[in-house]
């Protein structure tokens, strides 16, 4: 393995399950509810607010400063996300492959047009990068 190599996996492997426990979280609460209407950045954080709230019942000051705190993160968290993508969607690429090697002719068809509807959907709900 090469030097920080590791320490890169552990980033991206929390960064996922990260995510994973995130959009769980919210779809069943939100996006279910809004069957084909996918949640905009500032929608999901608001929704993350209002979870947090409710579960942890913070009180007003403990709101604005989670908040506080969130806005702070972001753009270190999307720094870091975005050095990391590269290495992600390799990784993805792979996992993807590797299952359509395991699928009949029939059944890679349907996940390849499943995985494009998961990006469309991916797309839609994505901002485009701001340029530095």
């Keep these: 393995m090469m030097p920080g190599s590791r320490s890169r996996a552990t980033v991206v492997l929390l960064c996922v399950f990260t995510a994973g426990i995130l959009a769980g979280i919210f779809y069943e609460r939100h996006l279910s509810a809004r069957a084909n209407r996918p949640m905009s950045p500032e929608e999901h954080h608001r929704a993350a607010m209002t979870?947090?709230?409710?579960?942890?019942e913070l009180d007003e000051q403990q709101t604005e400063r989670v908040h506080a705190i969130l806005a702070e993160r972001q753009l270190i968290v999307q720094a870091k996300w975005e050095e990391l993508r590269p290495e992600v969607t390799r990784a993805m690429n792979e996992v993807n492959m590797e299952i359509a090697e395991?699928?009949?002719?029939?059944?890679?068809?349907r996940f390849h047009e499943w995985l494009n509807r998961r990006a469309e959907e991916h797309r839609?709900?994505?901002?485009?990068p701001h340029e530095r």
């Design 102 to 109: 395991l699928l009949r002719p029939d059944q890679r068809r």
């Design 51 to 56: 979870e947090m709230g409710e579960i942890l």
């Design 124 to 128: 839609r709900v994505t901002p485009v």
